[in-house]
């Protein structure tokens, strides 16, 4: 899915997304394989364009992930990318195939640790979210 879109910055997909949501109601992400997780997840984002919102990527083994870019005081230099599993309640995350992992998520001054249900295919890369 991503790597069509190598040399593009992922920033620039969101006014599409936005305008396009606009028009036709709410995106529908299609599916996502392990290898564009993989991609997605070592590319660089524009944090001032991305702080404070979250993304549909897509379904990866019939769970919708997402990816959040979280910041706190010093915006947006302190954008962090989090991408995970955004589960149903009463879904384990273990029955959607992920790995649970605390990572530290910027909160006012500081940050806390919050547990994500992460697709095991990034689930290393997710120990410190990308900044």
Do not use: W
């Given at each position: 899915?991503?790597?069509?879109?190598?040399?593009?910055?992922?920033?620039?997909?969101?006014?599409?997304?936005?305008?396009?949501?606009?028009?036709?109601?709410?995106?529908?992400?299609?599916?996502?394989d392990?290898?564009a997780?993989?991609?997605?997840?070592?590319?660089?984002?524009?944090?001032?364009?991305?702080?404070?919102?979250?993304?549909?990527?897509?379904?990866?083994?019939?769970?919708?992930?997402?990816?959040?870019?979280?910041c706190?005081?010093?915006?947006?230099?302190?954008?962090?990318?989090i991408?995970?599993?955004?589960?149903?309640?009463?879904?384990s995350?273990?029955?959607?195939?992920?790995?649970?992992?605390?990572?530290?998520?910027?909160?006012?001054?500081?940050?806390?640790l919050k547990?994500?249900?992460?697709?095991?295919?990034?689930?290393?890369?997710?120990?410190?979210p990308?900044?």
């Amino acid at each position: 899915m991503f790597s069509s879109l190598r040399g593009f910055h992922p920033g620039f997909l969101l006014p599409i997304l936005l305008l396009s949501a606009c028009a036709s109601g709410p995106v529908s992400a299609g599916v996502i394989d392990d290898a564009a997780l993989r991609a997605y997840a070592a590319s660089d984002f524009n944090k001032a364009a991305l702080m404070h919102t979250t993304v549909a990527l897509g379904r990866h083994h019939g769970q919708p992930v997402v990816a959040e870019f979280p910041c706190s005081d010093v915006c947006p230099q302190y954008t962090v990318r989090i991408i995970h599993y955004q589960l149903a309640d009463g879904v384990s995350c273990a029955s959607v195939g992920g790995v649970e992992k605390e990572i530290l998520v910027p909160v006012a001054i500081t940050v806390r640790l919050k547990t994500f249900c992460v697709p095991k295919a990034i689930a290393g890369e997710m120990t410190a979210p990308k900044r």
